[in-house]
């Protein structure tokens, strides 16, 4: 299968500006970019598509090129968004950059300072389109660039046309802009850097042939030779079948940053993938094989129960994002949930793991005399009284680090302790409790 074929069986390629893309990516080494603009100073989950795809292709002997938008991203992309981005301070843009450059670097093999490649023949670049918008003046952007685009050709794009359609909000002149900053990224790329292709989101659609556009009128007025023909790629953006939104949970955004979204939060939010979804997130964030896939589809089907495709994707994605090294730590955690384990966690991992539960901290000296269970429980609420509690503990309901203990005269002592100072108490199969000693 070739390179093409494998990204339309996967269902990665929604949109392409010429069909003859496909004959071109098997005979050529392309350079192709793909823009993320500094909302945070990290990417999440929904930009995994993207950079997983630039991969793809990085691997497949082409040249990626990944674009941060220190200048694009001091405006706000208006696709598909119903109202106006709140702008942001060239400051938080700065280091909205550096965190999402390190992010962008874990997925390719970049080039060396310098411009020196690595081991791969195609090392793939970072740039920032803040440096070459820097020296342009907004008189000469009018007269270069803006003068190629009409405001009908521009009112066409669906995108634009939603938010004039919206009377509430409209869309600014400064998003409304927005199309001609991406289009001249892509001009410039292909003038300076050999760049023909340009993959996105199917929202991009409307910019990424603004800029194939662009390129070809500036040339037909320069009178030159003919320039390389450029294409444009999208691939569909990823709504889980509910209609919700993917990356998004009652906690939050699931980012790509361990400092945002620890590990073991990234791991469980994949291994909690709906059936509906887990397939199509396989094909199009994992590099396993579309054979490997096809079986975990026959075992999704035969004992969904097992939940193997969502541990596979688990698996894969947080070995790819986080490493080996965090996975390995992610599954013990897992395991040790809802078993005796939990004592050989430490204690970075034990609080992730407990991050949702209530806590409650307590004297250590308490457990020198020995703390009674059913104290423990009534003054951490995880039973309404002393009473309960006593029930609770008869009926076998009680655990302690998640061994059952049904005495009700059992008290706590230091013996106990885990991670350095916590004991886990449990009601039932999943109401948790963490005791913090001090």
């Known amino acids: 299968m070739t390179f093409f074929k494998e990204l339309e069986a996967r269902g990665i390629i929604k949109q392409l500006t010429d069909p003859s893309l496909e004959k071109l990516l098997d005979r050529e080494s392309l350079t192709l970019y793909c823009g993320f603009d500094p909302t945070a100073d990290s990417l999440h989950v929904g930009s995994l598509l993207p950079l997983l795809t630039l991969r793809r292709f990085q691997l497949a002997g082409h040249r990626p090129i990944a674009v941060v938008g220190g200048a694009t991203g001091m405006i706000g992309d208006p696709s598909f968004k119903s109202q106006e981005r709140s702008l942001l301070q060239p400051e938080q843009i700065q280091a909205n950059l550096v965190g999402i450059r390190a992010v962008i670097a874990r997925f390719l093999e970049l080039e060396e300072p310098g411009g020196k490649p690595r081991t791969a023949r195609h090392a793939a670049r970072i740039l920032n389109n803040g440096d070459w918008f820097q020296g342009l003046t907004f008189i000469e952007f009018l007269r270069d660039i803006g003068k190629h685009f009409t405001v009908n050709h521009m009112m066409a794009k669906e995108s634009v046309r939603a938010r004039l359609e919206d009377r509430e909000h409209g869309i600014s002149y400064t998003e409304f802009s927005y199309m001609l900053l991406q289009a001249y990224d892509f001009y410039l790329l292909s003038e300076k850097e050999n760049c023909r292709l340009q993959i996105g989101g199917s929202d991009q659609w409307g910019n990424i042939t603004a800029g194939i556009e662009l390129a070809r009128r500036i040339r037909a007025s320069q009178d030159g030779a003919p320039a390389p023909e450029l294409f444009g790629m999208t691939h569909p953006l990823i709504t889980k079948a509910d209609g919700t939104k993917f990356g ?46 096809e079986e975990l589809t026959v075992s999704l089907k035969a004992t969904p129960e097992k939940r193997e495709a969502q541990t596979a994707l688990a698996r894969e994605l947080t070995r790819l994002v986080h490493g080996e090294e965090e996975l390995a730590r992610a599954e013990r955690a897992t395991q040790a949930l809802f078993g005796v384990a939990i004592r050989e966690l430490d204690e970075r991992t034990l609080l992730d793991v407990m991050k949702d539960a209530p806590s409650t901290a307590l004297s250590q000296e308490r457990l020198t005399t020995g703390l009674l269970l059913i104290d423990a429980l009534a003054e951490s609420g995880l039973c309404a009284s002393k009473g309960a509690a006593r029930k609770e503990i008869a009926a076998g309901g009680v655990y302690v680090n998640n061994e059952r203990l049904s005495d009700t005269a059992a008290a706590l002592r230091t013996e106990h302790l885990i991670a350095g100072g916590y004991i886990v108490l449990r009601r039932g199969k999943k109401t948790y409790h963490l005791l913090s000693f001090g």
């Open 248 to 293: 998004k949970t009652e906690q939050g955004t699931i980012w790509l940053d361990a400092k945002r979204t620890t590990p073991y939060q990234f791991y469980q939010f994949f291994v909690q993938t709906a059936d509906a979804d887990v397939l199509t997130l396989l094909k199009f964030l994992t590099f396993l094989s579309l054979e490997r896939i």
